[in-house]
């Protein structure tokens, strides 16, 4: 349920991401080892959990998210992002030497009222849209952040 809510929201977001990418969003997909991604878009994985407080879910859920995207990268031979959220905590992950990074979306300094940060920062990890030419009310917006 949570994960058709996620794609529902990315499909009616006011993002500025690529209408094919949006299009070609898949739900479950498989990695051919009985496993399946929940969300894939565009170069960005997405990990959907119910509740990323309890218990061990997060670092499960980190651990999980690492070994799908290492297979898509053996595979594709291609960059990709990795997104886990439960609708209300939101982290990316890059790797870097190795190992993962947390890239996440502070919460706490741009609660609810301030969606349009959150939009911001949610449609550059996603960032399916190339040649983009920054205007200064979107540098202005990630700086306040």
């Not at 040649?131 to 306040?144: D, G, H, N, Q």
């Amino acid at each position: 349920m949570i994960q058709a809510d996620l794609r529902q929201f990315l499909l009616t977001a006011p993002l500025n991401l690529e209408i094919e990418d949006l299009n070609e969003m898949v739900l479950e997909s498989p990695l051919g080892d009985r496993r399946r991604i929940d969300i894939e878009i565009g170069a960005t994985v997405i990990e959907v959990k119910k509740d990323l407080k309890k218990g061990k879910v997060r670092s499960d859920a980190i651990e999980q998210l690492y070994g799908y995207v290492e297979k898509r990268i053996r595979a594709n031979c291609t960059a990709v992002r990795r997104l886990l959220t439960d609708g209300a905590i939101w982290e990316c992950y890059h790797t870097r030497g190795g190992k993962l990074e947390l890239r996440n979306f502070d919460h706490d300094r741009a609660p609810r009222a301030k969606l349009d940060i959150f939009l911001v920062w949610l449609e550059g990890v996603l960032a399916t849209t190339t040649s983009v030419i920054p205007t200064s009310s979107e540098i202005e917006v990630v700086s306040a952040h």
